[in-house]
């Protein structure tokens, strides 16, 4: 008898386009998920179970046009697939939704508040995150959770994620040189973690302080070797 895989009949990734070549009208639509990939790389060193996809088209109908986040999360896949990375965002072989997806809004509205949120809603990805740069006195930085169905904003800054075991939030710092409002990854107790330019910067930081703890020590242990000499005692016999 014939065994019928309906998998088999769906384009695969390579097939795809990798998005909906819409080119993006404000530079924080790539800065911002690329400064949220690039922490998360350095939270999760060891960790081979996430994919942080940016402008990527995710597939979840071969007969329609993939949604396109700005950014998204995915737990519970392949980090790599192989040297070539993924083209492209494909359900039917994934087989896991991204749990997070996020939308930085530019001057040109495109749907952030109705269609693509009603969308990712219909998909029942988990948490909806939405960052409007040009807001005054509504929140800039909007969280919202799936419950039955519909999507919840959820209060504060950063936002706790235990399905993901970390929060997201927003204050000011400085990446690529660029001083203004950022994104930020944070844990359980509230603090974020450090950028790659603030990782280096500390560990440029610690490597001069103990430089200088040493070069203290030495000039402690030469003054110690002079006091001696003085006294009519070689230090050299000391040891």
């Known amino acids: ?102 939308e930085v809004v530019s001057q040109t509205y495109r749907g952030e508040y109705s269609t693509k949120k009603a969308e990712y809603a219909r998909l029942g990805i988990l948490y909806y995150v939405v960052y409007n740069p040009f807001r005054r006195r509504k929140p800039r930085l909007e969280v919202y959770k799936l419950v039955n169905n519909v999507y919840e904003f959820q209060d504060g800054n950063p936002v706790w994620l235990p399905e993901i075991s970390l929060g997201i939030g927003i204050e000011r710092g400085t990446y690529l040189g660029i001083p203004r409002e950022w994104m930020y990854w944070y844990n359980q107790q509230g603090q974020r973690f450090l950028t790659p330019e603030e990782d280096k910067t500390l560990a440029q930081q610690e490597a001069q302080q103990a430089k200088q703890e040493a070069q203290q020590a030495q000039r402690r242990t030469e003054l110690l070797a002079e006091r001696l000499r003085s006294l009519g005692i070689d230090p050299d016999s000391l040891t």
């Open 1 to 102: 008898m014939l065994n019928y895989d309906p998998l088999a009949c769906l384009p695969s990734s390579e097939e795809l386009p990798d998005s909906d070549d819409t080119p993006v009208d404000n530079e924080l639509q790539d800065l911002i998920p690329g400064l949220l990939k690039a922490i998360l790389a350095m939270a999760w060193p060891e960790r081979m179970d996430w994919f942080f996809g940016i402008d990527m088209g995710i597939y979840y109908d071969p007969d329609l046009p993939p949604i396109v986040p700005d950014g998204f999360l995915s737990l519970g896949v392949e980090r790599f697939y192989d040297e070539n990375l993924r083209p492209s965002y494909v359900l039917w072989e994934e087989k896991k939704l991204p749990i997070l997806v996020l």
